[in-house]
């Protein structure tokens, strides 16, 4: 079952920014942070905005925090608040606690106390923006795992008018192409007859080498 209540933990950059697309997207946010002035500036944005110290399980519960659905510690700067934060949380029986690690050391301490999901923001921002630099048909990129990867690839001329059949991504490279983003709107799970166009993007799924291969091969 999709989460409809979250709380945002650390209103910093990016927690902020995660709890403001969590409620234009129409979730219930409650966004926590010790900073009263970060609290103040999301105040009329979001659900609920509170200043407040999450290391402090009677304010956590006060708060009713374990009846979310999901509770993300954005936490910037403080490895031990963080650290400390989740513990709380999943002796809590929050149902979901989602963890930014602030390097790789603090993504294993996350991992071993039973954090369901631990985000790298600025290793994966780094990462996504290194392959758009040095592949110019390359949009967007999100590495599913160590092997997998989604990325959205925009059309050469040179493809302009081939159907996918044509393209055969699957037999020439091993990736597939899973929706075309064209202007008249998105085609999921498009067909061997469906045709990609100049302006078109692709959504591609493989392997982390087939999706290279395949990009490398657009602008060969």
Same mark, same amino acid.
């Given at each position: 079952?999709?989460?409809?209540?979250?709380?945002?933990?650390?209103?910093?950059?990016?927690?902020?920014?995660?709890?403001?697309?969590?409620?234009?997207?129409?979730?219930?946010?409650?966004?926590?942070?010790?900073?009263?002035?970060?609290?103040?500036?999301?105040?009329?944005?979001?659900?609920?905005?509170?200043?407040?110290?999450?290391?402090?399980?009677?304010?956590?519960?006060?708060?009713?925090?374990?009846?979310?659905?999901?509770? &993300?510690?954005?936490?910037?700067?403080?490895?031990?608040?963080?650290?400390?934060?989740?513990?709380?949380?999943?002796?809590?029986?929050?149902?979901? &606690?989602?963890?930014?690690?602030?390097?790789?050391?603090?993504?294993?301490?996350?991992?071993?106390?039973?954090?369901?999901?631990?985000?790298?923001?600025?290793?994966?921002?780094? &990462?996504?923006?290194?392959?758009?630099?040095?592949?110019?048909?390359?949009?967007?990129?999100?590495?599913?795992?160590?092997?997998?990867?989604?990325?959205?690839?925009?059309?050469?001329?040179?493809?302009?008018?081939?159907?996918?059949?044509?393209?055969?991504?699957?037999?020439?490279?091993?990736?597939?192409?899973?929706?075309?983003?064209?202007?008249?709107?998105?085609?999921?799970?498009?067909?061997?007859?469906?045709?990609?166009?100049?302006?078109?993007?692709?959504?591609?799924?493989?392997?982390?080498?087939?999706?290279?291969?395949?990009?490398?091969?657009?602008?060969?």
């Amino acid at each position: 079952m999709k989460p409809n209540q979250f709380a945002v933990i650390g209103l910093g950059r990016f927690g902020s920014s995660l709890a403001n697309e969590l409620i234009a997207l129409g979730y219930e946010v409650l966004g926590i942070d010790r900073d009263q002035e970060a609290v103040d500036e999301l105040q009329d944005t979001l659900t609920h905005a509170v200043a407040a110290d999450a290391t402090d399980e009677t304010v956590l519960r006060s708060l009713g925090i374990r009846n979310l659905d999901c509770v &993300v510690v954005a936490i910037g700067d403080d490895i031990q608040a963080s650290i400390m934060t989740a513990i709380l949380l999943k002796d809590m029986g929050v149902k979901m &606690v989602v963890a930014k690690a602030l390097s790789a050391m603090h993504g294993k301490v996350l991992n071993k106390i039973g954090v369901d999901r631990v985000i790298y923001p600025e290793r994966d921002m780094g &990462v996504r923006v290194a392959h758009q630099l040095v592949s110019p048909n390359l949009l967007d990129y999100i590495e599913l795992s160590q092997q997998y990867t989604i990325a959205e690839l925009s059309v050469p001329k040179k493809l302009s008018g081939q159907s996918l059949r044509q393209l055969n991504t699957r037999a020439k490279y091993g990736c597939s192409i899973v929706a075309i983003n064209k202007r008249a709107g998105m085609i999921i799970a498009p067909t061997a007859d469906d045709s990609v166009e100049e302006s078109d993007i692709m959504v591609v799924i493989g392997t982390n080498q087939q999706v290279d291969d395949f990009e490398t091969a657009l602008h060969r």
